[in-house]
């Protein structure tokens, strides 16, 4: 009798710890467990550390799944899979998405980095494909860069069409209507530059350029002519005033040639200077051969 009281007592206290352990609570073969930790082939010898932990032996070159997630209307058939790989010298996880019949790599850990649609990742993040970043429809997504309170950004507005670049020093390139606008969110030309351009060179492409100014047929004002205009407009003709180059700029193209135009055309006016010298010069000559001899003749008498 005794014997049998101590099986009875030893029995429901096994029926109580694993109660406390496991409690089927909806009837359905779903457990849950109240308390503690749960091992999935760690050794008997070794307790879990986690609420879930998961041991698995793996070779080099070798991939095992880890869990993988199935559509409950096709049982048996896999659409998510964790998979755990082990390189040589580190372990890799991967998620593997099933498109049809094909394996997807979707999303991979390796070597403190992160790939998406690649298991070889080379930097913190490298994507192998688009990026589609949007909030909403009709507004704007992007990405961001930096910290969350600084940062650059790069942005595409759904609404208006714009990709805005925005640096951290907060000066904005705009990409609209095939215009680029650097400082300006308003390009109003195939690139707008609010600010200074440092560059090496630039290469305007003109239609035109103005070496008519030597031929016979051109009409060359004079230079009392010349005269005349500047002191009536205070700048020279064909020029843009100073109240129209405040108002509208200047067009590099267009001002290149009016000023090699005014070059040739002072040239001109050299070239006629100097005629006139030569023929002064030729006259002078001539007057002082004449009062030589007139000299020469008024001593002898």
Do not use: C
Not at 5 to 12: M, W
Not at 59 to 88: C, F, I, K
Not at 196 to 206: A, C, F, M, N, R
Not at 224 to 229: C, F, I, T
């Amino acid at each position: 009798m005794k014997k049998i009281y101590i099986i009875l007592v030893a029995v429901i206290a096994i029926t109580q710890i694993a109660h406390a352990q496991w409690t089927n609570v909806s009837g359905t073969g779903n457990y849950y467990l109240n308390s503690g930790n749960v091992g999935i082939g760690t050794p008997s010898t070794t307790s879990p550390t986690s609420p879930l932990e998961i041991q698995q032996p793996i070779s080099t070159g070798q991939t095992v799944s880890m869990q993988q997630w199935e559509w409950a209307g096709t049982p048996g058939t896999w659409n998510l899979r964790l998979d755990m790989y082990h390189t040589g010298s580190a372990i890799e996880y991967r998620f593997v998405q099933k498109v049809g019949y094909t394996d997807n790599n979707v999303l991979a850990f390796s070597n403190g980095y992160v790939g998406i649609g690649t298991t070889s990742p080379g930097a913190k993040l490298d994507v192998a494909g688009s990026i589609f970043a949007a909030n909403q429809i009709g507004g704007a997504g992007g990405i961001y860069i930096g910290q969350a309170d600084y940062q650059a950004s790069l942005l595409y507005d759904n609404a208006t069409g714009n990709l805005d670049i925005t640096p951290r020093s907060g000066y904005n390139t705009v990409f609209t209507a095939g215009n680029v606008g650097i400082g300006t969110i308003t390009p109003d030309a195939k690139l707008a530059v609010n600010g200074t351009i440092h560059t090496k060179e630039v290469k305007v492409d003109l239609i035109g350029w103005p070496d008519y100014v030597f031929k016979p047929k051109y009409k060359l004002l004079s230079i009392l002519e010349v005269k005349v205009y500047i002191d009536r407009n205070q700048h020279l003709p064909e020029m843009p005033s100073e109240q129209e180059v405040k108002q509208n700029g200047i067009n590099l193209g267009e001002m290149n040639i009016l000023l090699t135009k005014k070059v040739e055309e002072l040239t001109l006016y050299l070239i006629e200077k100097d005629a006139q010298l030569q023929s002064q010069q030729k006259q002078i000559d001539q007057l002082k051969e004449q009062l030589a001899i007139i000299t020469k003749a008024l001593t002898k008498n």
